[in-house]
């Protein structure tokens, strides 16, 4: 009987390109849980290459280091300078819901 071998999984692995990371990022969003998001989009900033995206923010790499480490809270400026060097863009669409809608009305102009 052969053995066979088991190799651990690697998140960054299945990051290889624009495609993947922003499926990746909405399907971590999707999950609604803020911590959550931050730790996905820090495995995305590592699988485009840290040096890469500090030069990229205009930041350096050990401010990003810091900006991502486990529990810290970047401010939204730095969330979003790390989705747009990352090369997307954050889009807001309503959730699929039943709740009554509020009427809205518009401005007269005279």
Do not use: C
Request: positive net charge; aromatic residues 10%; without cysteine.
């Amino acid at each position: 009987m052969t053995k066979e071998k088991i190799t651990r999984w690697n998140v960054l692995d299945g990051l290889r390109n624009d495609e993947e990371i922003a499926a990746f990022l909405e399907v971590a969003l999707e999950e609604g849980d803020y911590n959550f998001f931050l730790s996905a989009l820090d495995d995305a900033i590592h699988a485009f290459g840290i040096n890469t995206m500090a030069k990229e923010m205009g930041v350096n790499r050990q401010s990003l280091y810091k900006s991502f480490d486990k529990g810290s809270k970047p401010n939204f400026e730095t969330v979003f300078k790390a989705v747009n060097s990352l090369g997307l863009r954050f889009a807001v669409l309503p959730k699929n819901s039943k709740r009554k809608q509020p009427r809205r009305t518009r401005a007269v102009v005279n």
